[in-house]
């Protein structure tokens, strides 16, 4: 199973231009992937920036975005993304999914968060 090798704390930030708030990584988050015949690693820098889960208000109550437990599993997401293009977004799900596991998330929230990301790949 893959799992995360440093704290990865994040912050909440607001930019003093735009006023909007967004979460910030303040150290550097190491994510292990591991395979049956291959491990590598993927480093999310410190200081990226994220808004962690596009989560309808509604629905926070439920699956909160900025939970500890979930936090690292949707900075992990977002960075994929950013640093790999939506064409990774497959990609980008499945290791949402096993951080979420490796995070200890209950396996029924786990399986919602990667649902509705994967229903909203054609957004992308």
């Known amino acids: 199973m893959s799992l995360f090798t440093g704290s990865g704390a994040v912050y909440p930030f607001q930019a003093a ?6 979460w910030v990584l303040a150290e550097d988050l190491a994510w292990e992937v591991r395979g049956p ?3 590598f690693t993927i480093t999310v820098p410190a200081f990226f920036q994220t808004d962690l889960g596009s989560v309808p208000p509604l629905a926070r ?3 909160n975005p900025a939970d500890p437990q979930l936090a690292k599993a949707f ?4 960075y994929i993304l950013q640093a790999f293009g939506p064409q990774k977004q497959p990609f980008a799900a499945s290791q949402l999914y096993e951080a979420l596991r490796a995070l200890r998330a209950q396996r029924w ?15 992308w």
């Open 37 to 39: 015949e291959a491990t």
């Open 61 to 63: 109550w439920l699956i």
């Open 17 to 22: 231009d735009t006023g909007e708030w967004s």
């Open 109 to 123: 929230k786990s399986k919602t968060i990667t649902a509705a990301v994967v229903l909203g790949i054609d957004d």
């Open 75 to 78: 900075v992990l997401h977002d």
